[in-house]
């Protein structure tokens, strides 16, 4: 679980908060951004100046917003995982060999992050947005980590997020999430079956470092008409596990 800070500084949760109201609304105004912020307009203002003087902030013409100096941030703490840069090659070939859309995501203060997503197929128009945030309990990257962590870390996991309901197959209850992962750790793949949103069916597999932790997940998403029968059960997973350990091979000489 996240360690609480024990003693927070007033000003910096104030910059977080307009960092995150223009990272939630389109261009904001300096009203805007001070309502969502909590903190009168000339406060907002002058985190904003300070903030556009350093170039972390742009004033175009509708409002403000975050300028690219935050994808170099972000670019960096990307590169800086274990996996993706090893395992970046691999997925966009997996891409291109299932015409499916291909994950790494790895696992942060509980929730799963997407580092990398590529599609193969140009008919699949799913996200492919990098830095999106997920459950773990519902998506088959998810799944596939929380089945290969400490019993404890699953636990305070579930104490900290819980087990929201994203769809009608979402999954919400622990033991039955308990009894999933232990057949996840059986027959070494993960389903995400319309369970963070129907039409998407979704495989993925566990990617382990040298010490057999698991530092991230791979997974395989399409439309949940054509994800089905042998290619659900037999040939995405067999897939899957082959690129998966070429990856944990790489990883070992990275």
Known sequence: ????????????????????????????????????????????HNHLSTLREHGYVVDGERGYELSLRFLELGE?????????????????????????????????RGKGVYLYRTRGDDRIRLSTRAGEVHELHCTATGKAILAHLPKRRVESILDQHGLPKRSENTITERETLHSELAEIRERGYSVDDEEYGQGLRCVGVPVLNGDDAVIGALSASGPATEVVGERLTTELPTHLKQVRNRIELNLRDY
């Open 76 to 108: 960096s703490a990307r590169t800086n995982t274990e996996i993706y840069e090893v395992a970046r090659p691999h997925a966009d070939e997996l891409s291109r060999e299932t015409g499916l859309l291909v994950n790494i995501s790895v696992e942060d």
């Open 1 to 44: 679980m996240t360690e609480k800070a024990t003693r927070p500084i007033r000003s910096d949760e104030t910059l977080l908060a307009i960092l995150e109201a223009l990272e939630a609304r389109t261009a904001p105004s300096v009203s805007d951004v001070a309502t969502h912020a909590g903190v009168s307009k000339s406060t907002a």
